[in-house]
Structures are given as structure tokens and as C-alpha cells.
């Protein structure tokens, strides 16, 4: 029977350090925390059981070398490295390295990481394992012959996307069959201008859609789903809200999402915890999958609310080599959590970064009210990484009450110093359209123009 580990060394910084570093504790397990030196005066810095400076603020010198990490793992005879989220944390390579070394990893193999990282693979796994893809091509598309078979198949309008491509990049919509040929041959070059890579594959564009993911945890056998996170609210693909559950997703359409996220763990053996993403559109009630991401979500303290389930213990047991604490029969959906991602950014100067020192700093309170965050009076938000405050997270027993606990929490939150998106996030929660729950992703873009 395995046990858990003894100790950490988390490769991460902010909030999702001291998540972990919290996690850690409560689980009698040693933190151990690699910081860069724009870093050395943080929260995560002083709360680790041990930290270690392991180079410059520079991300590329300190967070984003695997080499350094390892360095450190190794030095501190650390049993795991837990990479949160970004940085390292979906390298495959990286993953490689801690294999190597027989170091353990809070993730999955760096074999699925590959595999969910090739968004041709992804998809062609998916479909194996009888879960909705977007009607399209099943894989690459080298030329005009074959985009016109497809087209002929899926439908009008059509999407092309670069197979390297990410962020947004890389893709272009194709109205009509007149301009079908050209819109490839174009976008093929500039794949390969871009991404050194001219590859390309076809789907249906879907243009009223919502952004719904799964929460799931497996441990290679079993595998069980948390629910549906609806990621709506975003902006040029940035998160601003997100919640749980979804208002557009009823008991069928969730049982039908879960069963999908599951279906596919199984199919490759999955193992941590992860997000299998969907497009849900609004127009006929279908969802289909988009991709997996490997690793733990910005977003995860709005499943971990509706449903009481530590996320982050939870990949610390399966990096252990324990099997799930829960089964689906455990797990219950109740009430509504949103969440917040409070950045110090400037809504009214198009979301420019605003890093910079926080004078005065309180947090909301009271039943309900979750703020994840690093943040202390004095502190000064580097302009090295992510401008992220924190995470402002409630729960309530129906979504009204849940917007209007939002509402008051983003009132008491003092982040003097610094201007930050919380004000147009409540401007967003108080608004007609977000009350109704009946929008897709382009509705605050429309606010913003409106």
C-alpha cells in the first residue's frame, strides 16, 4: 500500500504556490518552493516549509528551466515536483527529465501530455472513445480537393485552423466555397511563415456557442467527473468569470459531458487530474470536444465549492500512487460558485497590465466567500509574469444569490495602488444579459463595443 509523499518541491509562484503550499500542510507533506528572485519578498516565499532562490526574475532563467528545477529537486531530495499551472507544467520534455531522474510528478505522463498537446491526436482519441468532435476533417488537410469534400460534409461556415497554431493565431473563417481555395493556400503559407509548420485542418464554425469544461481526477483505473465549469465569459479568449454550473446545462447534457470526459480518461489511461474542454452550441444543444488540458485549471476552486472535493490533495494522493478518495456516486453538485480572476489591468486603456506596489489590500469576508491570493499590503506586483491579484471565489445556494455575494464581496475588496478588472467584472455580473444566463462568447466583447 503506498503512502504519501514527503515532500514537494513546487515549481510555481502566486497563488497556485500557495495553494499547494496550503495543500501540502494539511496533508503532512514537506513544501518545498523554488522562487525567482522577483519573488524573494512573496507570500508562498514565507509560508514553505523550505525555499529556494533558483535565478533571476527573468521567467526563462528561473520558472521556465527545467534544468534549474531539477536542480533543485534533486539537491532538496524532493519525492515530486508539482508544476501548477503554466510554465512547466505541460512540457512533455520537462516531464521526461523528472521520469529520468525517478522523480515523481503531480501530472499525467509526459506520453499524454504529447498526445493531449497534438490537437490532430486529441481528436482522432476522442472519437475512439465515442466522444462529440466538430464536424470536420478527421485529420491534416493538404489540399483544395479534399477542403471541398469536407465542406460538402460539414457545412458552411467553415473554420481553418493551423495545426501549430494557438491563442488565436492562425485561423481564419471561410464563408463560402468561392473563396475556400485561396482562404487555404493562404493560410497554409502563413502557417508556415508563422509556425514553421504549414499543416492545417477544417472544422464547422460554430458562431453562438459557450465554453463548457469537465473537471475530472483519475488514477490510470478509475476515473470520475466534477461537473461542468462554464467559462462563457471571456474576453480575446481570456477568462473573466467563470461558474458552476453552467445555466445552459440541464441533468442529460451533464450526465452526457461527464460520461464523455470519463470516456476519454479511459481510453488512454489518464492519469491526475484534468479539464476536457467542449464547445456547447446554443443553437441545437450539442456539445463537442475541443481539447484536454493536463494539468490543474486557474479556474478549479468553483468545482472544488459546489462539490467539496480538495483537487489539489487529490493529485497529491494520485501522485502517490493512492487510488481515488471519491467515486462517482460520491460526488454531488450543490448550490452555484462563481469566480472572479481579479488582474491588475486596465479595462478602460484596453486591458493594459498595470503591475505596481498595493498600498492598502483587504479581501472580502462572510458565508461563502473564498479569495485565493498571494497579495499583502506593500506588496509590489512585478511586471515579470501575470498580473494576477487573485481569485475572488463565492458560493451560494442558487445563482442569483451567488451574483448578488459577488456583487458585495467585489464592493469590500481595497486593492489600493493599483487599478484592477474588478469593477468591470461587476459591471459584467450586474448586467441583463449575465443575469439571464442566455449568452455565448461573444457577449462581452458586444458590452465592450456597446
Known sequence: MSKLLNSVLIANRGEIALRIIRACRELGIKSILAYSEG???????????????IGPANAAKSYNNPELIMSAAMAFGADAIHPGYGFLSEK????????EEEIGFVGPKADHIRLMGDKIAAKKVARKAGVPTVP????????????????????????????AGGGGRGMRVVESEETLAKDLDEIMSEAETAFNDPSVYIERYLTDIRHIEI?????????????????????????????APSPAIDAELRAGLEQAAINL????????????????????????FIEMNTRIQVEHPV???????DLIKEQLRIASGLPLSITQE??????????????????????????????????????????????????????FYDSMVGKLIVWAE?????????????????????????????????????????????????????
Open 39 to 53: 519573488d524573494k519578498d512573496s507570500l508562498p516565499v514565507k509560508l514553505a516549509d523550505q525555499a529556494v532562490c
Open 92 to 99: 512533455a520534455d520537462f516531464v521526461d527529465m523528472v521520469e
Open 136 to 163: 470536420g476533417s478527421d485529420g491534416l488537410v493538404s489540399d483544395a480537393d479534399e477542403a471541398f469534400k469536407i465542406a460538402k460534409e460539414a457545412g458552411f461556415p467553415l473554420l481553418i485552423k493551423a495545426a
Open 215 to 243: 473537471q475530472v481526477l483519475a488514477d490510470g483505473e478509475n476515473a470520475v467527473a466534477l461537473g461542468e465549469r462554464d467559462c462563457t465569459s471571456q474576453r480575446r479568449n481570456q477568462k473573466l468569470i467563470e461558474e
Open 265 to 288: 480518461c479511459k481510453e488512454v489511461g489518464y492519469k491526475n487530474a484534468g479539464t476536457v474542454e467542449f464547445v456547447f452550441d446554443n443553437t441545437e444543444d450539442k456539445y463537442y
Open 303 to 309: 468545482t472544488e465549492m459546489v462539490t467539496g472535493v
Open 330 to 383: 460520491d460526488v454531488q453538485i450543490k448550490g452555484h460558485s462563481i469566480e472572479c480572476r481579479i488582474n491588475a489591468e486596465d479595462p478602460n486603456e484596453n486591458f493594459a497590465p498595470r503591475p505596481g506596489k498595493i498600498t492598502q489590500f483587504r479581501t472580502p469576508g462572510g458565508f461563502g466567500v473564498r479569495m485565493d491570493t498571494h497579495i499583502e499590503s506593500g506588496y509590489t506586483i512585478p511586471p
Open 398 to 450: 442558487d445563482r442569483d444569490e451567488a451574483i448578488a455575494r459577488m456583487l458585495r464581496s467585489i464592493d469590500e475588496l481595497v486593492t489600493e495602488g493599483v487599478v484592477t478588472t474588478a469593477p468591470f467584472q461587476a459591471m459584467l455580473l450586474d448586467s441583463d444579459k449575465f443575469r439571464s444566463g442566455d449568452f455565448n462568447t461573444g457577449y462581452v466583447a458586444k458590452l465592450l463595443e456597446g
